[in-house]
């Protein structure tokens, strides 16, 4: 009769974890929010796990120079609630690329991200900066080509 072998568990606090740096500029938001959301998520790893943060850290600069495709900067709306009554606002996505780029990332990464406290803990893994400065340096991040 033949032993079955037991299955591997990943244990989160054994994650090698490493830190990538990613160049924003001339890179379309969708695609680039899809590699960092599964750098970032662990899925490109071995040791995979569904439920555990095995994940890298993502250090993404230049990020007012993404681009949006077709009329997006015109046409593609964020919206977000202050919590009262008839409280929407809206912002057009080449006004918020214009005031705040970081925002644009982060919305567009986040909603790649599981919608759970797992999700939200993966979120705070990812650093993003307009320009090309980051304070990350001791770090040591890697510089990750998306291969575009």
């Known amino acids: 009769m ?18 990538h740096l990613v ?3 001339g890179k379309t938001v969708g695609r680039l929010a899809s590699v960092v959301a599964s750098l970032v998520r662990g899925k490109m790893n071995p040791t995979f796990s569904p439920h555990l943060d095995t ?4 250090v993404i600069i230049n ?11 015109r046409d593609k709306i964020y919206y977000r609630h202050t919590e009262y009554p008839g409280g929407i606002r809206q912002t057009r996505a080449g006004d918020l ?3 705040r780029p970081e925002a644009v990332l982060e919305k567009a990464i986040t909603g790649m991200l599981p919608k759970t406290p797992l999700g ?5 893994k990812v650093k993003i900066y307009p320009g090309p400065d980051h304070p ?3 770090q040591q991040p890697v510089v990750f080509s998306l291969g575009e």
Not at 55 to 58: E, N, Q, S, T
């Open 2 to 19: 033949k032993k079955e072998t037991a299955t591997y568990s990943q244990k989160d606090y054994l994650a090698a974890r490493r830190w």
């Open 23 to 25: 160049d924003a500029q």
């Open 55 to 58: 994940g890298d850290f993502v």
């Open 63 to 73: 990020a007012r120079q993404v681009q949006f495709t077709g009329n997006k900067l």
């Open 97 to 99: 690329l214009k005031t």
């Open 120 to 124: 939200r803990g993966l979120a705070k």
């Open 136 to 138: 990350h340096t001791a």
